[in-house]
């Protein structure tokens, strides 16, 4: 079955980076792969997608210039990098595959941004 495992998370000071990771297993790596977060009291929130042979990537504005999603095909692994990190990107993040028209969501991992 399918399973997406993150990893990665933590706590940061602003102006700090994390690299988050998504292992994944029980399919075939070959669909977008996504990243997600929610925020204490918001709604979860797409923060980066990535195509699987082309790579063509697309962000959330709040994200644009300090994210950057990647993937390893051969690892089955989704990347986040994470850069310039500020208090409101403290969220739990999720990593996401959707397939048949079905969400399949891992664990998350806590990212809290604060001095």
């Known amino acids: 079955q399918v399973q997406l495992v993150e990893s990665g998370g933590g706590l940061v000071q602003p102006g700090g980076s994390l690299r988050l990771s998504c292992a994944a297993s029980?399919?075939?790596?070959?669909?977008?792969m996504s990243w997600y977060r929610q925020g204490p009291g918001k709604e979860r929130e797409l923060v980066a997608r990535?195509?699987?042979?082309?790579?063509?990537?697309n962000y959330a504005d709040s994200v644009k210039g300090r994210f950057t999603i990647s993937r390893d095909n051969a690892k089955n692994t989704v990347y986040l990098q994470m850069n310039s990190l500020k208090p409101e990107d403290t969220a739990v993040y999720y990593c996401?595959?959707?397939?048949?028209?079905?969400?399949?969501w891992g664990q998350g991992t806590q990212v809290t941004v604060s001095s």
């Open positions: 996401n595959l959707r397939r048949a028209g079905n969400d399949y």
């Open positions: 029980g399919f075939t790596f070959l669909y977008v």
């Open positions: 990535i195509t699987s042979t082309d790579r063509t990537t």
